[in-house]
């Protein structure tokens, strides 16, 4: 019997890889297989794009890595070859462009270059400006009490009135171990600022919740407060009787 001509056009019938597939192949499965069969082309692409995809993610890594490198370097040689205004120029921009898990660093070293140069008020918005990028955590709430020592030393009502602003902020935020410093830090700024009544309260509560050896130094700080207070009161010229 003689083989059967094939009609023009179509193909010959012989073995080939999907027809031995859809013979292995159950019935359960063939559902599966013809999706597969029909969209290789796609399946193909989408394993493609997720090799270019873990690729460039390892690409990445490292170029995060070594820009991180390479930050910590340029800072460390800032740091040890410059001094005063040309170093806290350089640490700016630095900061600037270093990667984000080296900038806190960067902006800190620049902000005690600053204050080194006693640039109180560029040293307190550097620190401010570390204290945002650590909002939540002890680095950023250091870096305020910082920026308020910064402020302080500005020396002028306007900075200690800012300081107060952030100290009365940071209240109940600081850990029990930072307390006591925050309130008498938050005391002076209120001197500072010609908050006398604030800063009364403030002595008042450390004399009765601060610690035991300073509490008679605190009490005399009210005293003396109110005494001043007072004579500074008596001392006023009284308006003329009518």
């Not at 806190?104 to 040293?123: G, P």
């Not at 952030?166 to 109940?172: D, E, F, K, S």
């Amino acid at each position: 019997m003689q083989p059967t001509p094939s009609t023009p056009g179509s193909t010959p019938s012989s073995p080939t890889l999907l027809t031995d597939l859809r013979a292995e192949v159950g019935a359960e499965s063939a559902p599966l297989l013809q999706f597969i069969l029909r969209h290789a082309a796609l399946i193909a692409c989408g394993v493609g794009l997720f090799v270019l995809v873990l690729v460039g993610a390892g690409i990445w890594n490292w170029r995060n890595e070594t820009a991180r490198e390479d930050a910590q370097a340029e800072l460390a040689r800032i740091s040890l070859s410059l001094k005063g205004e040309e170093r806290t120029k350089a640490l700016g921009e630095l900061a600037a462009r270093a990667p984000e898990d080296v900038r806190f660093a960067v902006l800190a070293a620049q902000a005690q270059s600053a204050a080194e140069s006693q640039d109180w008020t560029q040293a307190a918005r550097i620190y401010g400006e570390a204290a945002r990028l650590d909002s939540e955590g002890s680095l950023g709430q250091a870096a305020l009490f910082a920026q308020c020592g910064a402020l302080m030393n500005a020396g002028t009502p306007e900075s200690a009135s800012e300081a107060l602003a952030v100290l009365q902020a940071l209240t109940g935020r600081v850990e029990a171990a930072r307390q006591g410093a925050l309130l008498r830090m938050q005391a002076e700024a209120a001197l500072a600022a010609g908050r006398t009544d604030v800063a009364v309260a403030v002595f008042s509560k450390l004399a009765e919740d601060g610690d035991q050896d300073d509490q008679a130094y605190y009490r005399f700080r009210v005293e003396q407060l109110r005494g001043t207070s007072a004579g500074t009161a008596s001392d006023a010229p009284k308006a003329p009787a009518e």
